[in-house]
């Protein structure tokens, strides 16, 4: 009897580790990992997400969180592709969603120059777990009918240039991803404006971890919020009137399974 062969058809798979617990995986995410021969994984990737790939695969930290990236992109791209060329299946494993601020199209780019297969397994993204934690809807009826996410962080380690009247006349729920250390700068944006000072406003530091924390205020005040918090962890900022609508009963019992599962 024949034993079966091992498929040396290189092919990388970028994909969504979600947002930190590991049971947010989607079932599709979770088969990738089990089946990679190499994982290049970001820093914001939980280290038990990191246990369920194979005994044989090969780890990578290629160090990518907000400011801190021990590798540059190019040099990324290259390590997807060598490791895919000789015949690997390599995840690329990202935070959250790999589409959202992930950088995803570069290296795609770079996969389909060097005509490797590749596919991307989304994830859900940290502003819809942050959010669903909380009980708190993202959009609803008489409060909110759009949603934007925006960096705080541009390629140049500065804010980028959004178009800050376009998103105070949707009147909608923003999002603000990697925007810990440039949020006095998109509240000033954003006062200016015409938004409400009023604004209810909340940051969520670590988000579905055990070391989450919630910070509230509101507009006017969310930035010096975060700061007197001196958080370290990535953080996102939730600016908008359904952030009144969050259940702190929804919060408590959240952070208690969170910290009972850790123990």
Not at 32 to 57: C, G, N, Q, S, T
Not at 187 to 216: C, D, F, H, K, Y
Not at 227 to 236: D, S
Request: aromatic share 2%; hydrophobic share 50%.
């Amino acid at each position: 009897m024949s034993m079966p062969t091992r498929d040396t058809t290189g092919r990388a798979s970028l994909v969504g580790a979600g947002p930190g617990d590991p049971e947010l995986l989607t079932l599709k995410a979770l088969r990738r990992i089990e089946a990679a021969d190499v994982v290049l994984y970001d820093k914001l990737v939980d280290p038990r997400i990191l246990d369920l790939a194979p005994a044989h695969a090969r780890r990578i930290d290629v160090g990518k969180r907000c400011g801190q990236h021990a590798m540059s992109q190019a040099a990324i791209n290259r390590l997807i592709v060598s490791h895919a060329q000789a015949g690997s299946h390599v995840v690329r494993l990202k935070g959250g969603d790999p589409m959202v601020f992930g950088r995803a199209g570069e290296e795609l780019a770079a996969l389909e120059a060097a005509g490797v297969p590749a596919e991307v397994v989304p994830g859900i993204t940290v502003a819809c777990a942050a959010a669903a934690s909380m009980a708190m809807p993202l959009t609803q009826r008489g409060y909110s009918c759009s949603l934007h996410f925006i960096t705080g962080h541009g390629a140049d380690e500065v804010l980028p240039p959004h178009d800050w009247n376009a998103l105070a006349a949707c009147d909608g729920t923003i999002a603000i991803y990697m925007g810990s250390r440039t949020l006095a700068a998109v509240t000033r944006q954003l006062l200016a404006a015409g938004v409400s000072p009023a604004t209810p406003a909340i940051a969520v530091e670590n988000a579905t971890l055990a070391t989450e924390r919630r910070l509230p205020g509101t507009l006017a005040d969310i930035a010096a919020v975060v700061t007197a918090a001196n958080v370290t962890g990535p953080t996102l900022v939730l600016v908008g009137r359904v952030v009144a609508l969050r259940r702190r009963e929804a919060v408590e019992l959240a952070l208690i399974e969170l910290r009972t599962r850790a123990a």
